[in-house]
């Protein structure tokens, strides 16, 4: 949570696709729209928003649903201008937190 209390969240990149191509009463598509309304911050890594570049650069899964690149292209500088950009761990050092965490913990 942050300090104004708003759950602090990360979405799947099939989420932001499916609010996209979805009609507006579908989930991802609230979700989408509760993110726009600042009902939630929005947490992401650079890993992330590099995957979301490159899915959105695929023409063949939009030109079936006429979603314009201009569209992908909103959406995309809306992400990179309000998410919070968190720092991406690697895995390997996740699996050393966990061995730390047992030695002083258990």
Do not use: C
């Not at 799947?12 to 609010?19: G, R, Y």
């Not at 695929?58 to 649903?65: G, P």
């Not at 992908?72 to 992400?79: N, V």
């Amino acid at each position: 949570m942050t300090k104004d209390g708003k759950p602090r969240i990360v979405l799947d990149i099939n989420l932001l696709i499916s609010a996209l191509i979805s009609p507006a009463n579908t989930t991802p598509a609230y979700i989408l729209n509760a993110w726009r309304e600042n009902k939630f911050d929005l947490v992401l890594t650079d890993p992330l928003i590099a995957e979301i570049e490159e899915v959105f650069s695929r023409e063949k899964i939009f030109k079936n649903y006429n979603i314009s690149q201009s569209t992908r292209d909103l959406l995309l500088e809306e992400i990179r201008n309000s998410a919070e950009i968190a720092m991406a761990i690697p895995f390997e050092a996740l699996q050393s937190i966990r061995e730390i965490k047992k030695m002083i913990f258990y």
